[in-house]
């Protein structure tokens, strides 16, 4: 297991902990003032600009990404909408190579409005990753799927299991050296399974762990969307977790992504940074 | 599939459905006079008073218990409180049989204050429910295990899963033909599942179906604990998982459990039983 102090290069910020609160240039190099070599940017901060201006500054800052943020919801209600949310994610993936990113990370979507059919939704997802896997693979974008919380299964991800994840991803391209379709795994979301362990341990022997994100459950955790928590803040034993994965043989980033509307997000982001990098040492 | 319209007296109502309003007598007066046949009582509303008193107002009104709700929590951080929590649960467990509830629903409870174990907690667990299983057996009222949705795994449920409930179940007793612990499906629980199917077959053909819960998962859902809809006003297909359920030969009770505080709490018991007829018959 990777002692942290000394990997600090594959400590990534994802700009959501932040909040959002300046223009991706400011980000960018407030995230390598302090210390850290990676970052995972959002399309918000990025589309509608210059990509490639931001590509650079990112370089220039000696950062490289640890993933891009995030797909379009993919299940719909008609083949026009569908279509139009699959095409939306190829443009983020023409982005996301653009950026340097090495995997594009797919927030599934829920069901569409109206619907209370889970399965056909995941069918559309699967449709849709397999389209979006021979698209990004001659950009050397990777599909990083990340099952989310069963909390969010109406409204944002009908992927919830990592077993789940890695059943699509095995139905997507079969058994492969070198897996262009893998998973996220992020601690908030998986962190209750029973089948923890045994999953991360076939992700990682089938090369599929792409990403892996970190930050805490909060008791009392007053909202599920916006009331996460830094590392050591909560009840996830987040090093445990890391362990499992980095047993694997994983050696990508490290990535702490915390949605806190109440506590970060109210927070100047140098504080937050730094409170992250000392969180990254002595609860990761 | 029975036409539930035909089978009132096959439909439950569980007591925290009418928001504790009132005394346990006027509660099964109430529930009597809707129509329908069964009711889950909480030892809120019995413990304290006249068990033997309660039992009888429950048979005189033509009801009988679809189940006895719930166990205390068993995690504990000392022997101690384990066994407290233990003892705690066998008082219960006599007042159920005194009661005639067929099972006893279990809420395993989550992690001990200052804990980030689930495994010790799953553990802890397993070790109360062969010895509560035990214990129950000659009083005739079977163990419900409850797997609670993940949300809750923090602070009420370290069990989630079916499939989790279900091993428990087979690691307690093995296969039997009559089985002493098996486990409640609650539809807000288990409804996301993507090995709902699997599970719900796998736990028919073990006689494992104590108890089938029915409510709605509302969008948005503004509070995970109390924030509970009706059936038809969310996004649960509650019929097809009822389907599942009666395509595995289970015949026992359909039990309406809602914890609404922003809305059926507030009601009129007689009119929140109205709706819950109505439903049970056109979304149930």
Redesign the interface.
Known sequence: MRRLQDHLHDCSINTATLGFQAPIAEVIDAVARAGFGRIAPWRREVEGGDVNAVAKHIRDAGLSLSGYCRSTYIPANSEAEFRANVEANKRALEDAAVLGAPCFVMVVGG?PSG????NAA?EQVKEATAELAAFSKPLGVKIALEPL???Y???RSCL??LS?ALDWCDEIEGAVAEPQVGVAIDCYHV?????LGVEIARAGKAQRILAFHVCD?L???ED?LNDRGMMGD????VR?IRAAVEDEGYRGAVEVEIFSARNWWKRQMDETLKVCRERFVTAT
Chains 1, 2 share one sequence.
């Open positions: 069901l619907s209370k059919d889970l995941r919380h069963p909390v299964a109406a409204e919830t299991l789940e962190w209750w399974d029973p089948n459950w008791v009392p955790t599920v909560g009840v996830i034993d445990a």
